[in-house]
T-cell receptor
Framework: DAGVTQSPTHLIKTRGQQVTLRCSPI?????VSWYQQVLGQGPQFIFQ???????GRGNFPDRFSARQFPNYSSELNVNALLLGDSALYLC???????????FGAGSRLTVL | AQSVAQPEDQVNVAEGNPLTVKCTYS??????LFWYVQYPNRGLQFLLK??????LVKGSYGFEAEFNKSQTSFHLKKPSALVSDSALYFC???????????FGTGTRLKVLA
């Protein structure tokens, strides 16, 4: 079975631009979460979606948005990029009750 | 608010020796605790979890963790370290009533041959 897949793996943007990151969960998983991992720190929770509805949001500005599609895949969108948005963005899938997040390899965003 | 702390930025251990990576937690209610490992340029891989039951939890790759309620700790252990265990280790707690996971700052484990 394929694991959690994320695309793109690497990307470079400039300040003020917008970026969309994509995530496909493990087959059968209905919940997707997004985390931001800045170099040298632990992952920080951004969003959780279940059955296409937002179920949780971390302490991130409104420039960050996400959605989940009927096939349970998800997109994370970040507008008006800042240098501080440079990070590894991790997607994780799970089924409620399973209590274990399965992570993808991440999308590394560099903002210049 | 729920939180975890990893007091050591780095742990060095000789191959074949036992290893311990420390984690303490602060939660309201019963803790859901986890350990994940991250290899370079990779996502996080699940090692083990404590939800309820035995205080000694066994996980992947020979790792285990001991839940200690009185000391609010959940230290990761392995009886005999391998060079291939060298990686970044994260302790995490699930925020009660949500599916938000709160991660520690990570501990870099270096196993020396």
């Amino acid at each position: 079975d394929a694991g959690v897949t994320q695309s793109p793996t690497h990307l470079i943007k400039t300040r003020g631009q917008q970026v969309t990151l994509r995530c496909s969960p493990i087959s059968g998983h209905k919940s997707v979460s997004w985390y931001q991992q800045v170099l040298g720190q632990g992952p920080q929770f951004i969003f959780q979606y279940y059955e296409k509805e937002e179920r949780g949001r971390g302490n991130f500005p409104d420039r960050f948005s996400a959605r989940q599609f009927p096939n349970y895949s998800s997109e994370l969108n970040v507008n008006a990029l800042l240098l501080g948005d440079s990070a590894l963005y991790l997607c994780a899938s799970t089924n409620p009750g399973a209590n274990v997040l399965t992570f993808g390899a991440g999308s590394r965003l560099t903002v210049l | 608010a729920q939180s975890v702390a990893q007091p050591e930025d780095q742990v060095n251990v000789a191959e074949g020796n036992p290893l311990t990576v420390k984690c303490t937690y602060s939660v309201s209610g019963n803790p859901y605790l986890f350990w994940y490992v991250q290899y370079p340029n990779r996502g996080l891989q699940f090692l083990l979890k404590y939800i309820t039951g035995d205080n000694l939890v066994k996980g992947s790759y020979g790792f285990e963790a001991e839940f200690n309620k009185s000391q609010t700790s959940f230290h990761l252990k392995k009886p005999s370290a391998l060079v291939s265990d060298s990686a970044l280790y994260f302790c995490a707690v699930r925020d009660s009533g949500t599916y938000k996971y709160i991660f520690g700052t990570g501990t870099r484990l270096k196993v020396l041959a």
